[in-house]
T-cell receptor, first 109, second 112 residues
């Protein structure tokens, strides 16, 4: 059965800290891994990763994929209160996306 | 900008009522999805549609049905609402089912 597991479940940090969120997966015929950020409402797309070892970067957020060890990490440097959200990763399984349970990040001032 | 809209942000219904949740997208996407999101369980796929009048069951289709009569519109129907269907319902659309999906703002449904 296809599986996507995120850790930790939740995290509380202070502004300026660096955080690392983890996503491990077991899927047949891996094609890509996607990261989303969900604040109060709809998830918004962050990154799609298809190749091992190539970092994707957007401002203070970056992500990398390890296809050998079957995981991805999402790094956020110099965190701000606006980074508080649930971070979701998802992997295509068959013809749909399977989502992990999410990591809830709270950044305190 | 891609826009996915949902008919209601908050909805309160009674047990046994028939409930319609509507979703409209303006990007001419072939694929549309209905998820429910519950604390600790993440996003779970209820149904998706890859074309007008075409649908496939997701992970948790029991108690739900869907309708897609027009490309831009995908409806989720709860034939007889039950309290265990209290949840946040999210609609999404995409050009490819395994690529980036664009989500609507969600409908928080409470069944009493």
């Amino acid at each position: 059965e296809d599986k996507v597991v995120q850790s930790p479940l939740s995290l509380v940090v202070h502004e300026g800290d660096t955080v690392t969120l983890n996503c491990s997966y077991e899927v047949t015929n891996f094609r890509s891994l996607l990261w989303y950020k969900q604040e109060k409402k709809a998830p918004t797309f962050l990154f799609m990763l298809t190749s091992s070892g190539i970092e994707k970067k957007s401002g203070r957020l970056s992500s990398i994929l390890d296809k050998k060890e079957l995981f991805s990490i999402l790094n956020i440097t110099a965190t701000q209160t606006g980074d508080s959200a649930v971070y979701l990763c998802a992997v295509p399984a068959g013809n749909m996306l399977t989502f992990g349970g999410g990591t809830r990040l709270m950044v305190k001032p | 900008d891609v826009k996915v809209t949902q008919s209601s942000r908050y909805l309160v219904k009674r047990t046994g009522e028939k409930v319609f949740l509507e979703c409209v997208q303006d990007m001419d996407h072939e694929n549309m999805f209905w998820y429910r999101q519950d604390p600790g369980l993440g996003l779970r796929l209820i149904y998706f549609s890859y074309d007008v009048k075409m649908k496939e069951k997701g992970d948790i289709p029991e108690g739900y049905s869907v309708s897609r009569e027009k490309k831009e519109r995908f409806s989720l129907i709860l034939e007889s609402a039950s309290t265990n269907q209290t949840s946040m319902y999210l609609c999404a659309s995409s050009v490819d089912p395994t690529y980036e999906q664009y989500f609507g703002p969600g409908t928080r449904l409470t069944v009493t």
